[in-house]
C-alpha cells in the first residue's frame, strides 16, 4: 500500500510525515523519523493515539461495537466454532480444514502434561496463595524446564512453545485450583476435547467418576473464544515488549499474566462479582451508582467501560447469553447476583453519567456470574482469562519475532524532574 505525506508544522518547521493506511480502521501518521526532523519526542501517556505496531490478527471497532479474529466476526466464531478452531485461526491466519484441525488438536493434546517436577514446585507456596501469583511463577519456570523450545531464532521451537503453553496452561491452572483446596492434582485425559479436560482436571477427584456436563463444557469453551485475543491491550502490549527484548517466550507470557491480573484489566472479572456481592440487593444500587458518579470517591463500577469499546462490548452480548444458558442447565432459577447485575446495567444504561461518557458493560461484567455458577472461586477467574489469552499472545508475540524489522521497543518520556545539580555530603544536607 502506498503511503500518502502529510505536512505538519512543529515549532514554526514544516515537516513531512507518511501517513499510512490499514485495511479497515484508522489510518496512522508515521512518526518515526520525528524526533531526527525536529529534536521533540511525541507524548501519549495510556497509548491513547498511538499505535505500536502493525498487526493482521485482530481488529476492533469501538465505535461500531465490533470485534474480528483474523477478519471473521467473533459471534460467528463463538456460534460455530470450537477454542482451538479458533486457536489455530489465531495462529495460522486461516480457518483449519478438517484434517488440520485433527493434526492441531492432537498436537495441542499431546502436551497436555506437564514436567513432574512442577509438582514440587507447586509445594513451595502457601495454600491459600492467589492463583494468579502461581500462575506467573509457574508459567515462567517452564522455561527452566524445557530448555529445547526457548531459542527463538528457531522457528520449530517457537512453535513447539507455543504449542506447549496452549496445551499446559489448562493443566496449571487446574493444578492451582486443586492446590488451593488441598486436593490430589487430576492428570489430563487426553480423549477428552481440551475444555472438557480442563473441566475435569479442576472438578474430579480420584474417589468418584466424573461425568463432564457438555453444556457447560460449551459455554466454558465459547468463553474461552470470547477471552482468546483482544489486539494491543495492555497485557499483549506487555508480552510484545517483553518479546522485542529477546526473552524466551515462557518468560513474555509470564509477564502477560503478571499485567493481566490487575483490576482495570483481567482482574475486572473478579472484582465486578465482588462488587455485585457487596451492593447485595436491587435496592443498594442507587447507592453505588451515585458513588461511581461521585468524583470524590475512587469507586468505580466494575465490569464497565473500556478504552476501546464505547458501544456494546460485542463480547458481553454471548457472555449474558452463556450466562443465562449455564444457569437454566444448572437450575439456578434465582441467582440474586444475576438479579442485581441485570437491574444495574439497565439502569447505568439510562444514566446520563454512563450514556454520556459511553460506559457500557464489558466481557466482564457477566462472566463472574457464570464461571460462579459453574463452580469456580472467584480468585480463578482471571486465571481463566490468562488460559484463553494466551494463544492471542502468543499470536501476537510470534507475529513480532517474524516481522524483519522488528526493534527492542523502548518509549522515550518528558523529563520532569530536578536538573542537574552537584553532590553534597551529609553535613552540608539541609
Ligand atoms: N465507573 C464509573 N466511571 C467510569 C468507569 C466506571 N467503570 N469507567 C470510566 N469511568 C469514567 C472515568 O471516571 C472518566 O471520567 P472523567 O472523564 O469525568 O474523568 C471517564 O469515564 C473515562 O475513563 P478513563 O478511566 O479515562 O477511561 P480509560 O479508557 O482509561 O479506562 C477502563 C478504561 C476499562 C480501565 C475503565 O473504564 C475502568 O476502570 N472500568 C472498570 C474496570 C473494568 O471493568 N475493566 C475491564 C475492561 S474489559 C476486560 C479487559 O480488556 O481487560
Same mark, same amino acid.
Request: hydrophobic residues 40%.
Given at each position: 500500500?502506498?503511503?500518502?505525506?502529510?505536512?505538519?508544522?512543529?515549532?514554526?518547521?514544516?515537516?513531512?510525515?507518511?501517513?499510512?493506511?490499514?485495511?479497515?480502521?484508522?489510518?496512522?501518521?508515521?512518526?518515526?523519523?520525528?524526533?531526527?526532523?525536529?529534536?521533540?519526542?511525541?507524548?501519549?501517556?495510556?497509548?491513547?493515539?498511538?499505535?505500536?505496531?502493525?498487526?493482521?490478527?485482530?481488529?476492533?471497532?469501538?465505535?461500531?461495537?465490533?470485534?474480528?479474529?483474523?477478519? +471473521? !466476526?467473533?459471534?460467528? $466464531?463463538?456460534?460455530?466454532?470450537? =477454542? %482451538?478452531?479458533? #486457536?489455530?485461526?489465531?495462529?495460522?491466519? &486461516?480457518?483449519?480444514?478438517?484434517?488440520?484441525?485433527?493434526?492441531?488438536?492432537?498436537?495441542?493434546?499431546?502436551?497436555?502434561?506437564?514436567?513432574?517436577?512442577?509438582?514440587?514446585?507447586?509445594?513451595?507456596?502457601?495454600?491459600?496463595?492467589?492463583?494468579?501469583?502461581?500462575?506467573?511463577?509457574?508459567?515462567?519456570?517452564?522455561?527452566?524446564?524445557?530448555?529445547?523450545?526457548?531459542?527463538?531464532?528457531?522457528?520449530?521451537?517457537?512453535?513447539?512453545?507455543?504449542?506447549?503453553?496452549?496445551?499446559?496452561?489448562?493443566?496449571?491452572?487446574?493444578?492451582?485450583?486443586?492446590?488451593?483446596?488441598?486436593?490430589?492434582?487430576? +492428570? !489430563?485425559?487426553?480423549? $477428552?476435547?481440551?475444555?472438557?479436560? =480442563? %473441566?475435569?482436571? #479442576?472438578?474430579?477427584?480420584?474417589?468418584? &467418576?466424573?461425568?463432564?456436563?457438555?453444556?457447560?463444557?460449551?459455554?466454558?469453551?465459547?468463553?474461552?473464544?470470547?477471552?482468546?485475543?483482544?489486539?494491543?491491550?495492555?497485557?499483549?502490549?506487555?508480552?510484545?515488549?517483553?518479546?522485542?527484548?529477546?526473552?524466551?517466550?515462557?518468560?513474555?507470557?509470564?509477564?502477560?499474566?503478571?499485567?493481566?491480573?490487575?483490576?482495570?484489566?483481567?482482574?475486572?472479572?473478579?472484582?465486578?462479582?465482588?462488587?455485585?456481592?457487596?451492593?447485595?440487593?436491587?435496592?443498594?444500587?442507587?447507592?453505588?451508582?451515585?458513588?461511581?458518579?461521585?468524583?470524590?470517591?475512587?469507586?468505580?463500577?466494575?465490569?464497565?467501560?473500556?478504552?476501546?469499546?464505547?458501544?456494546?462490548?460485542?463480547?458481553?452480548?454471548?457472555?449474558?447469553?452463556?450466562?443465562?444458558?449455564?444457569?437454566?442447565?444448572?437450575?439456578?432459577?434465582?441467582?440474586?447476583?444475576?438479579?442485581?447485575?441485570?437491574?444495574?446495567?439497565?439502569?447505568?444504561?439510562?444514566?446520563?453519567?454512563?450514556?454520556?461518557?459511553?460506559?457500557?458493560?464489558?466481557?466482564?461484567?457477566?462472566?463472574?456470574?457464570?464461571?460462579?455458577?459453574?463452580?469456580?472461586?472467584?480468585?480463578?477467574?482471571?486465571?481463566?482469562?490468562?488460559?484463553?489469552?494466551?494463544?492471542?499472545?502468543?499470536?501476537?508475540?510470534?507475529?513480532?519475532?517474524?516481522?524483519?524489522?522488528?526493534?527492542?521497543?523502548?518509549?522515550?518520556?518528558?523529563?520532569?524532574?530536578?536538573?542537574?545539580?552537584?553532590?553534597?555530603?551529609?553535613?552540608?544536607?539541609?
Amino acid at each position: 500500500m502506498q503511503d500518502t505525506i502529510s505536512a505538519v508544522t512543529v515549532d514554526n518547521k514544516s515537516v513531512e510525515l507518511a501517513v499510512k493506511d490499514g485495511t479497515i480502521g484508522p489510518s496512522v501518521i508515521d512518526i518515526s523519523k520525528l524526533y531526527g526532523q525536529t529534536g521533540m519526542f511525541t507524548y501519549d501517556p495510556g497509548f491513547t493515539s498511538t499505535a505500536a505496531c502493525e498487526s493482521k490478527i485482530t481488529y476492533i471497532d469501538g465505535d461500531a461495537g465490533v470485534l474480528l479474529y483474523r477478519g +471473521y !466476526p467473533i459471534e460467528q $466464531l463463538a456460534e460455530h466454532g470450537d =477454542f %482451538l478452531e479458533t #486457536c489455530y485461526l489465531l495462529l495460522y491466519g &486461516e480457518l483449519p480444514t478438517a484434517a488440520q484441525k485433527a493434526d492441531f488438536d492432537y498436537r495441542v493434546t499431546r502436551h497436555t502434561m506437564v514436567h513432574d517436577q512442577m509438582n514440587r514446585f507447586f509445594q513451595g507456596f502457601r495454600r491459600d496463595a492467589h492463583p494468579m501469583a502461581i500462575m506467573v511463577a509457574c508459567v515462567g519456570a517452564l522455561s527452566a524446564f524445557y530448555h529445547d523450545s526457548t531459542d527463538i531464532s528457531d522457528p520449530q521451537q517457537r512453535m513447539i512453545a507455543s504449542m506447549r503453553m496452549i496445551a499446559k496452561m489448562p493443566t496449571l491452572a487446574a493444578m492451582a485450583y486443586k492446590y488451593s483446596i488441598g486436593q490430589p492434582f487430576v +492428570y !489430563p485425559q487426553n480423549d $477428552l476435547d481440551y475444555t472438557s479436560n =480442563f %473441566l475435569r482436571m #479442576c472438578f474430579a477427584v480420584p474417589c468418584e &467418576e466424573y461425568k463432564v456436563n457438555p453444556v457447560l463444557s460449551r459455554a466454558l469453551d465459547r468463553i474461552f473464544i470470547l477471552h482468546a485475543d483482544h489486539e494491543q491491550n495492555a497485557s499483549t502490549s506487555t508480552v510484545r515488549l517483553a518479546g522485542s527484548s529477546g526473552a524466551n517466550p515462557f518468560a513474555c507470557i509470564a509477564a502477560g499474566i503478571a499485567c493481566l491480573w490487575g483490576p482495570a484489566h483481567g482482574g475486572a472479572n473478579e472484582a465486578a462479582l465482588k462488587m455485585l456481592k457487596e451492593i447485595g440487593t436491587p435496592d443498594r444500587i442507587p447507592m453505588y451508582i451515585a458513588k461511581a458518579k461521585d468524583k470524590n470517591d475512587p469507586f468505580r463500577l466494575m465490569g464497565f467501560g473500556h478504552r476501546v469499546y464505547k458501544n456494546y462490548d460485542p463480547r458481553a452480548r454471548i457472555m449474558q447469553k452463556t450466562t443465562h444458558e449455564v444457569l437454566n442447565e444448572l437450575g439456578i432459577k434465582d441467582d440474586p447476583l444475576l438479579d442485581v447485575a441485570v437491574e444495574l446495567e439497565q439502569i447505568a444504561l439510562k444514566d446520563e453519567y454512563f450514556v454520556e461518557k459511553k460506559l457500557y458493560p464489558n466481557i466482564d461484567f457477566y462472566s463472574g456470574i457464570t464461571l460462579k455458577a459453574m463452580g469456580f472461586p472467584t480468585s480463578m477467574f482471571t486465571v481463566l482469562f490468562a488460559l484463553a489469552r494466551t494463544v492471542g499472545w502468543i499470536a501476537q508475540w510470534s507475529e513480532m519475532i517474524e516481522d524483519p524489522s522488528q526493534r527492542i521497543g523502548r518509549p522515550r518520556q518528558l523529563y520532569v524532574g530536578t536538573p542537574q545539580r552537584q553532590y553534597v555530603t551529609e553535613a552540608y544536607r539541609g
